[in-house]
Nanobody, 124 residues
Framework: QVQLVESGGGLVQAGGSLRLSCAAS????????MGWFRQAPGKEREFVAAISWRGSTRYDAAYVKGRFTISRDNAKNTVFLQMNSLKPEDTAVYYC?????????????????WGQGTQVTVSS
């Protein structure tokens, strides 16, 4: 089992920045693909970004490209999501997820482990 705990969410004005963190524990999560997803009220959970276990490959959703950056520190078993130029439509609960496969995926069903989520609210 892998346990994931997100932190760093909060309330920010449009144009502001937040940095989310996801601390992983349990099985060797440093070898997993790690991803971030988000879910706004009344909407399905959607992909935000993912990173390979070495950190050499990143994949971002089109609507965050150029604004959000995913990174990881395997020595600390932590994944980050730096979010800049935030917009009100970025408001959602953000979830960290782990995928034991070696292939980066952008669908919910590919990820086996999930955190409890952290709320991000962007005011206009």
């Amino acid at each position: 089992q892998v346990q994931l705990v997100e932190s760093g969410g909060g309330l920010v004005q449009a144009g502001g920045s937040l940095r989310l963190s996801c601390a992983a524990s349990g099985r060797p999560s440093s070898s997993y693909v790690m991803g971030w997803f988000r879910q706004a009220p009344g909407k399905e959970r959607e992909f935000v970004a993912a990173i390979s276990w070495r950190g050499s490959t990143r994949y971002d959703a089109a609507y965050v490209k150029g604004r959000f950056t995913i990174s990881r520190d395997n020595a600390k078993n932590t994944v980050f999501l730096q979010m800049n130029s935030l917009k009100p439509e970025d408001t959602a609960v953000y979830y960290c997820a782990a995928d034991p496969s070696a292939v980066i995926a952008n669908t919910v069903r590919e990820y086996d482990y999930w955190g409890q989520g952290t709320q991000v609210t962007v005011s206009s």
